[in-house]
């Protein structure tokens, strides 16, 4: 690996960390509780959080769970990371800044949404 590759990963290591410490604080979420909730120190944790140290695969998928963040936008804009499909990245910064209770909202209606396109394609396909 090369070190320009070596510098972007790094940069993207840093930018994930960023985004999960920012959804802590949005939630009034301590590192103490959060790294309690997850399995592993306090320090460690905080350490994740300044990008210092590598966030284990399996931790980052519970991490977002706990707090309640989907793992797409976490990483959403970064190199090489898959998006959701039709979602613009513009879409994904606002729900970003939208407060902890919000995002719920949003999700829920999404979910839905969702659900509601399946039951009225249930019912052409019915017909």
């Known amino acids: 690996m090369n070190s320009s590759s070596r510098n972007n990963r790094a940069a993207q290591k840093v930018a994930i960390a960023e985004r999960l ?71 994904a910064r606002l729900y970003r800044q939208l407060p902890p209770h919000h995002r719920q909202l949003v999700l829920d209606h999404l979910e839905l949404v969702a659900q509601l396109g399946g039951m009225a394609t249930a019912g052409i396909a019915e017909e």
């Open 21 to 91: 410490r920012h959804a802590r604080q949005m939630r009034n979420l301590k590192v103490k509780t959060l790294a309690a909730k997850l399995g592993v120190r306090a320090d460690s944790l905080s350490q994740m959080e300044l990008g210092r140290q590598t966030i284990p695969a399996e931790l980052l998928v519970d991490w977002c769970s706990e707090l309640k963040e989907p793992l797409l936008l976490i990483a959403e804009g970064i190199a090489g990371t898959p998006w959701i499909e039709g979602v613009p990245p513009r879409h």
